[in-house]
T-cell receptor, first 115, second 113 residues
Framework: AQSVTQLDSHVSVSEGTPVLLRCNYS??????LFWYVQHPNKGLQLLLK??????LVKGINGFEAEFKKSETSFHLTKPSAHMSDAAEYFC?????????????FGAGTTVTVRA | DGGITQSPKYLFRKEGQNVTLSCEQN?????MYWYRQDPGQGLRLIYY???????QKGDIAEGYSVSREKKESFPLTVTSAQKNPTAFYLC????????????FGSGTRLTVV
């Protein structure tokens, strides 16, 4: 079985300061991990993905995430927040089942950026 | 440009009525999915389909139905049996392995009035 826990439901940062969104997962096998971003009333956009290659993954818009197997974590970071980063972020784990792949979504972290 | 199109963007339904949400993709993806999104609950899987003419129930399939007659299309019907249908519905697609991540549509917000 797999599950995802996003440790913060809401993160507030000042523009230009670092952003850290925390994600822990549980998985029976070697998972694939993703971060998605969702702006209000929009679909989800893929930020980055980890699929058993390099543990430090770089994504779009300056985001990156590090896969730490020993800590079962996949935290998302950005060195300097921009106003346009205000959105909801989802950590997602994908695990292969007997016939298909199943996704599990975290509950989401809402990011607000203060000017 | 390839992508997923969901329509309509906003939909209002009277209690007791069935309503169908459209999802079309031109990415040549084999797999398609329907998710329901409620505040503070993330996304929950309703139905998914890995190939044409085949689909499986997700975690919250009760009160919903789907069809997959064409690779490009995966419509979702919200039936009158769904007790709390007001939500944001997202359609997604992926290559069969799922390792590349999913491509999402822009969603349909359904409100029961």
């Amino acid at each position: 079985a797999q599950s995802v826990t996003q440790l913060d439901s809401h993160v507030s940062v000042s523009e230009g300061t670092p952003v850290l969104l925390r994600c822990n997962y549980s998985s029976s096998y070697s998972p694939s991990l993703f971060w998605y971003v969702q702006h209000p009333n929009k679909g989800l956009q893929l930020l980055l993905k980890y699929t058993s290659a390099a543990t430090l993954v770089k994504g779009i818009n300056g985001f990156e995430a590090e896969f730490k197997k020993s800590e079962t974590s996949f935290h998302l970071t950005k060195p300097s927040a921009h106003m346009s980063d205000a959105a909801e972020y989802f950590c997602v784990v994908s695990e292969r089942g007997s016939n298909d792949y199943k996704l599990s979504f975290g509950a989401g972290t809402t990011v607000t950026v203060r000017a | 440009d390839g992508g997923i199109t969901q329509s309509p963007k906003y939909l209002f339904r009277k209690e007791g009525q069935n309503v169908t949400l459209s999802c079309e993709q031109n990415l040549n993806h084999d797999a398609m999915y329907w998710y329901r999104q409620d505040p503070g609950q993330g996304l929950r899987l309703i139905y998914y389909s890995q190939i044409v003419n085949d689909f499986q129930k997700g975690d919250i399939a009760e009160g919903y139905s789907v069809s997959r007659e064409k690779k490009e299309s995966f419509p979702l019907t919200v039936t009158s049996a769904q007790k709390n249908p007001t939500a944001f519905y997202l359609c997604a697609s992926s290559i069969s392995s799922g390792l590349g991540g999913y491509t999402f549509g822009s969603g349909t917000r359904l409100t029961v009035v």
